[in-house]
């Protein structure tokens, strides 16, 4: 499984739970559940699949959720790559 | 140095309110009611002569030499089964009782050998000590007539006489110095529950016999020690002592196995440990250990240890012997390396669950202030971590809720998805104990574990649930608990929100939730389960106590929560006897969560993003603090095998062995360019490592463990380090080669600072648990002594949370190419991924991973019992030997993953626990086939391990 499979396949899961829940507590679940849980690197990862491919695979929970998740940083650029740039 | 002093009061206390005073040779003195008469005068400091008693077993009365005379009573009754009364005068020495006991003592003589001398127990021998009590001087009777104690008695074969028994690895039973006291037979009754020992024969022809005239080793015995330590003589003895002597100092420490922590006083001669006994004070094991703590500890001076730091440029390299400098400054360089040319965040570790708090916080450290990230994990991920989530959510904090002597207290206990007498084996005894005295158990697990039916212990119910549907089967218990109307309402309204309870019910009342309803899905039949269920919310003092088969599932968090759920709706938090009890695996789990070993929290459970807790760390260590979560142990194998993470500290833990989908954790840590090992052997992540930093044990170092109870319990040095380290002195040597100022001289000075940042651990100290033994966080000004029980007079969120719990069927579904359901678990002579005890006698109980297969499924693929076979999953594939057993229903097997060359975690998928990325250990689809000898990767693997553990200038090390 790729590793953007499973990004959808985690942030699913997590929506699955929050659908059980009360409805009003859905989108804030999802979103606080990633801001607690999930590294930059995944969260930008789970941002490609909403922004730059118009969430496919997403539950829907999870694109309701999307504009609570913070968004992270920018990469870092490693000292490296700006000595040789 | 002396022996640590233990008094044998030689029955139990008595546990009256009701005081009685009494006066014994002119002492008056006040006891509980029910206190033996020897208790008493013990208490008084009065030793009253005796061979049968001791006050680890009840009295039983059979040597007759504690007698005692009463005034106003005819007779000479003997004190260990005479009862205190108020007034009472005893004299526990007159003419009378010392010709009595005199003769009593020169009948025990007359057929006992009298070589003292070179006996094993010379110097501690109750025997021994009660000859010289009372004055024995002479022995009329010799050995020419009826006796035990020659092989030939006048020129014949004395039928009487019998070999000593030696099959057991750790204990030999002699049976000719037994003076058939029946302490040993009483200490497996009562204090272990195994009930392995008898009496044979009658009157002179009496003797001690494990099970039906069988050795120690063919037995039911469990070889827990309790009856070797209960034996007065020779006859059952430690061959550690037999080999080395007695030994002539001890101090008190803990054990490094499963997370009940026990206390043990390590017995010395020097620096050699002669033997581990438990320590009768410890509060969590009260003096009772299993065969992992006792014996199991000679791993610890095994050959495979390494002992010099190592390093290699490619994995494919033969390992090249090091100074530690140079293991430091290249680990430091590689690190730095890796952050300048793939950035801060490329680089993390992982703390162990096996290693003490003092050391998991400086990990924690090292990689929060040293590397400037948060990606720190630990091995509690892949067991205990739903526990965290689910527990904070519902009653606000990632605890069990009791202590062990709970158990004491409890009428109906739940055990779902563990099996102590295999996992948490002193539990287990004292869970046995309170079913022999009526308490009612219901037991939840896919496998008929020892417990539903054992000798004396017969569950009320076993719900045999189908692997992965625990949130059916809890859920629909709390349906019948709601529909019937049997929840606790005083309680929810006083304690929780009552507006979330009613939400809850109403969702668990739905149909859709009944017995009736879900066991086509559960396989557990409605009728069993309304009954159980009935049961729990009316038997009294309800307790559940569950392990690692209900985390590790794709809704483990979920299931928790259901768990939280139930005690709360039957009111049964909060006070002795009752709550929610996680049996952790590891020594240290508990330890290792509080410790701020996760990625999202610093140490006592508080999120990195909140910016007052993050200043407290960052004043103290003058960095600044990312206020990013870091990447768990799964994530971070995802980011090595995308190229984003590149290097990795890992600190006492074999995650290739113990975590899942052993491919993906290989690719993972074959694409990292610095992996670093630290443990006692070259264990199969050092597969793939590049640096090796020997470690240290739990003999050679202090610290603390925290147990499944929450209790702090001091780990005492006993002996130098053979590496020379102390693992965390290795870390700090390593931070410093990193640059970082760290100072410590004892890790009692990183306590202090625990308790400095951490408010649940402010008043720990290693002063104060030298005073007090051990304690119970949260242990601060509100709980000076600590928290034996919490959530007493409000939950720590404020009001408990009622939580609805939809089960999600998990996606790993059996279907043609994979029809049966694996499921997974542990034994009880082995500990985790082996690699201590499979370097113990231990191996004598568990040579081998076997598969357990029901007799249907076996015979549907031409299996037989003892036939190899091949274990496949859409993950891999594996091959172990059968073993055929109704244990399991249909349609499920089972294995354990104690060896590395079983490779069980081949077999288990990537899919993980929804909240917590716990992974699904306990469900896999597989198929199984008849195969005659190791798979492809098994060879492939074998290879790979014999070529990674070669080291320069040495023959290759021995697995
Ligand atoms: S070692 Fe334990 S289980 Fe074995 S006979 Fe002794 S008390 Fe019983
Ligand atoms: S083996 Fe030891 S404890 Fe057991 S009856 Fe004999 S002397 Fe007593
Ligand atoms: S392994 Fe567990 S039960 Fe056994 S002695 Fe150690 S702490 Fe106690
Ligand atoms: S100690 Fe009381 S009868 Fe043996």
Redesign the pocket.
């Known amino acids: 499984m790729s590793e953007g499979n499973k990004i959808i396949r985690m942030a699913n899961q997590i929506a699955t739970f929050f659908h059980s829940q009360p409805a009003s507590e859905g989108p804030g679940g999802v979103a606080t559940h990633i801001n607690k849980f999930w590294e930059p690197r995944m969260r930008r990862q789970l941002f490609d699949i909403v922004d730059n491919h118009g969430g496919e695979g997403l539950d829907s929970l999870v694109l309701k959720a999307a504009p609570l998740i913070h968004r992270p940083k920018p990469a870092e650029v490693p000292p490296a790559a700006t000595v040789s740039a | 140095m002396s022996l640590v002093p233990e008094i044998d009061f030689g029955t139990p206390a008595a546990r009256s309110e009701k005081m009685v005073t009494l006066t014994i040779d002119g002492n008056e003195i006040t006891v509980p009611e029910g206190t033996s008469i020897m208790r008493a005068s013990m208490e008084a400091g009065i030793k009253v002569p005796k061979l049968c008693a001791t006050d680890m077993v009840d009295a039983f009365g059979s040597c007759r030499l504690c007698l005692v005379e009463i005034e106003g009573r005819n007779g000479t009754p003997a004190s260990c089964t005479t009862p205190v009364a108020p007034g009472l005068v005893v004299h526990t020495q007159t003419s009378r009782l010392k010709s009595i006991r005199k003769g009593v003592m020169e009948l025990y003589i007359s057929d006992h050998p009298l070589d003292c001398l070179t006996c094993a127990a010379n110097g501690d021998c109750e025997l021994q000590d009660m000859a010289g009590a009372v004055g024995l001087r002479d022995v009329r009777y010799g050995y020419e007539g009826d006796n035990h104690v020659k092989a030939r008695s006048n020129g014949e074969t004395n039928a009487r006489w019998m070999p000593k028994d030696e099959s057991n690895p750790y204990f030999t039973y002699d049976p000719s110095k037994?003076?058939?006291?029946?302490?040993?037979?009483r200490a497996c009754e009562e204090v272990q529950g195994t009930f392995a020992l008898t009496i044979e024969g009658r009157g002179f022809d009496s003797r001690?016999s494990p099970g039906m005239h069988e050795h120690f080793l063919e037995s039911e015995c469990v070889s827990c020690g309790a009856?070797v330590q209960?034996?007065?003589?020779a006859?059952?003895t430690e061959k550690s002592v037999i080999e080395i002597g007695q030994p002539e100092h001890s101090v008190v420490t803990t054990c490094a196995y499963c997370g009940v922590g026990c206390s043990f006083k390590a017995e010395m001669r020097g620096e050699e440990l002669v033997r581990m006994v438990p320590w009768k004070d410890g509060q969590a094991n009260r003096g009772h250990s299993c065969v992992k703590g006792r014996f199991a500890y000679g791993y610890s001076t095994h050959r495979d240890r390494i002992l010099n730091p190592m390093i290699r440029e490619k994995i494919t390299d033969p390992w090249r012997e090091v100074t530690w400098e140079e293991a430091y400054a290249h680990t430091a360089a590689e690190f730095r390396r890796i952050q300048y040319q793939y950035g801060r965040d490329s680089i993390g570790g992982i703390t162990s669950s096996r290693c003490t708090n003092e050391e998991t916080y400086l990990v924690q450290k090292l990689i929060r202030a040293g590397f400037g990230n948060n990606n720190v994990d630990t091995c509690a991920r892949v067991c205990h971590s739903p526990t965290g989530y689910g527990l904070g959510q519902t009653f606000g904090t990632s605890a069990g809720t009791q202590n062990f002597d709970s158990v004491e207290h409890t009428d109906v206990v739940i055990v779902i998805g563990a099996n102590p007498t295999d996992g948490h084996p002193v539990f287990a005894s004292r869970l046995k104990k309170r079913l022999r005295q009526g308490a009612k158990l219901i037991v939840i697990d896919p496998r008929r574990i020892d417990l539903v039916s054992s000798p004396h212990v017969q569950a009320s119910y076993h719900l045999p649930l189908r692997p992965g549907t625990n949130v059916a089967v809890v859920t629909a218990l709390a349906h019948v608990i709601v529909t019937e109307g049997l929840y606790d309402e005083k309680f929810i309204r006083e304690r929780c929100d009552w507006s979330e309870f009613e939400d809850w019910a109403a969702f668990v009342a739905e149909p859709r939730h009944s017995p009736e309803e879900t066991e086509a899905l559960t396989g557990v039949p409605a009728e069993m389960l309304r009954a159980a269920a009935r049961l729990f919310a009316t038997g009294g003092n309800g307790s559940i106590y569950y392990g690692l088969g209900v985390t590790e599932h794709s809704q483990g968090s979920t299931t928790v929560m259901a768990i939280a759920n139930l005690a709360m709706a039957t009111g049964n938090i909060g006070r002795e006897g009752v709550g929610v009890n996680p049996l952790r695996g590891q020594n240290n789990v508990q330890g290792s969560c509080d410790m701020g070993s996760f990625p999202h929290e610093l140490p006592g459970y508080r999120h990195i993003s909140d910016d007052s807790t993050r200043e407290i760390f960052e004043k103290l260590w003058g960095v600044t603090l990312n206020d990013e979560p870091g990447l768990r142990i799964p994530n971070m194998l995802d980011a090595a095998v995308e190229g984003t993470f590149k290097g990795i500290y890992i600190q006492g833990e074999d995650i290739l062995q113990s975590d899942p989908d052993t491919k993906h954790v290989s690719a993972g840590l074959a694409a990292m360019e610095c992996v670093v090992v630290q443990d006692l052997f070259l264990n199969e992540t050092a597969n793939y490592a590049h640096v090796f930093l020997p470690g240290s044990t739990f003999l050679e170092k202090d610290g603390t463990f925290t147990n499944a109870e929450r209790r702090i319990n001091r780990v005492r040095r006993v002996m130098t380090p053979k590496n020379g380290y102390a693992d965390w002195e290795v870390t700090q040597n390593l931070a410093q080669a990193m640059g970082l100022g760290w100072n410590y001289s004892h890790p009692a000075e990183i306590m202090d600072e625990i308790a400095a940042t951490t408010p649940s651990f402010a008043l720990v100290s290693y002063d104060y648990l030298d005073k007090v033994g051990s304690v119970q966080w949260p242990c601060n000004e509100k709980h000076p002594l600590g928290s034996p029980i919490m959530h007493t007079d409000g939950f720590v969120r404020g009001r408990g949370k009622f939580i609805r719990t939809e089960y999600v069927a998990t996606d790993e579904k059996t279907g043609p190419r994979f029809p049966l359901l694996l499921t997974t678990g542990r034994i009880l002579s082995q500990y985790n991924v082996g690699a201590q005890t499979r370097r113990t006698d231990n191996v004598l109980w568990h040579e081998e991973d076997r598969l357990e297969m029901h007799p249907h499924d076996a015979e549907n693929r031409g299996i037989r019992d003892g036939d190899w076979v091949r274990l496949a999953s859409r993950a891999g594939e594996t091959t172990l030997r059968a073993l055929v057993t109704d244990r399991v229903s249909p349609g499920v097997v089972y294995t354990t993953f104690h060896h590395p060359m079983t490779q069980a975690n081949v077999i288990t998928t990537d899919f993980s626990d929804w909240a917590t990325n716990c992974p699904e250990y306990k469900v896999t689809a597989v198929q199984i086939s008849p195969s005659n000898g190791p798979s492809d990767w098994q060879v492939e693997y074998d290879e790979l391990s014999r070529q990674s553990r070669r080291i320069k200038g040495k023959l290759e090390a021995a697995e």
């Open positions: 037994c003076i058939v006291c029946s302490r040993c037979v001690v009856c209960a034996c007065p003589t006859t059952l």
